[in-house]
């Protein structure tokens, strides 16, 4: 059964950091692409970052490209997102999830991320 456990959100301000962190199991975590993705109130979930199974390419969405640095421990089966010059519009549900081009596994419960302005 897959499990994906997403943490380390919280409330912060703008131009302050924070780490997310995703324990992965039920899957073959070290042959497999991770991606984080995020939902804002109202908006459709998006995908932010990506990296592939052995970390030699990445992916970020615009919107957080030279912010936000996705990395992962195949040790650990955990991905991680550092969240740095976090800003307002940045506020939502961050989520992991397996594959590259679609997520393919269920959604876990997420981890609220708030900055305030």
């Known amino acids: 059964q897959v499990q994906l456990v997403e943490s380390g959100g919280g409330l912060v301000q703008a131009g302050g950091s924070l780490r997310l962190s995703c324990a992965a199991s039920?899957?073959?975590?070290?042959?497999?692409?991770m991606g984080w993705y995020r939902q804002a109130p109202g908006t459709q979930r998006e995908v932010v970052a990506r990296?592939?199974?052995?970390?030699?390419?990445?992916n970020y969405a615009p919107s957080v490209k030279g912010r936000f640095t996705i990395s992962r421990d195949n040790a650990k089966n955990t991905v991680y997102l550092q969240m740095n010059s976090l800003k307002p519009e940045d506020t939502a549900v961050y989520y992991c999830n397996f594959g590259w081009t679609v997520p393919r596994g269920d959604w876990g419960q997420g981890t609220q991320v708030t900055v305030s302005s």
């Open positions: 990296v592939t199974s052995d970390s030699k390419a990445t």
């Open positions: 039920g899957i073959m975590f070290s042959t497999t692409s």
